[in-house]
């Protein structure tokens, strides 16, 4: 009886490793930076890179969508964390209403390839899959 307890024992611990064991899916995606806009801008004039922002609201059911499901593809965050400086605002708070009258944003999701001198080179519009994100960026990775 004694050592089918620790037997019991074993088991559940090895059963529980599994179960805290680190997800790798976590870590695929677009990695998004927590830098203002303007930081965005310096980083990608001494990375000379463009800036992929994602202009969002809270409120927006596809933006939403695209959290889960788009920015998290592990090939989508190979192509951007590799070729873009990745931000994301809320289009509503902080620097957000500044951003979305300077760049016309009227609708969410709304995404755009920002060069370092803050020129919109593409505006993708509404919510995409992770292959149609691709695709409208592949002019621009190397």
């Known amino acids: 009886m004694k050592y089918l307890s620790i037997i019991t024992i074993v088991i559940a611990m090895i059963g529980s490793s599994f179960v805290w064991a680190p997800n790798n899916n976590e870590e695929a995606g677009i990695h998004f930076e927590s830098l203002s806009f303007d930081e965005a801008i310096k980083k990608a004039k001494k990375e000379k890179k463009l800036i992929f922002l994602d202009a969002y609201a809270v409120w927006c059911g596809p933006c939403k969508m695209m959290d889960k499901t788009t920015f998290k593809s592990e090939e989508v965050g190979k192509v951007f964390n590799k070729n873009f400086i990745n931000i994301k605002i809320d289009m509503e708070k902080g620097e957000g209403p500044e951003i979305a009258k300077k760049y016309q944003v009227r609708a969410y999701p709304t995404m755009m390839l920002i060069n ?27």
């Open 116 to 142: 370092a001198d803050g020129k919109v080179e593409k505006r993708i519009l509404g919510a995409v899959r992770d292959n149609q994100l691709l695709s409208e960026v592949k002019d621009f990775v190397k």
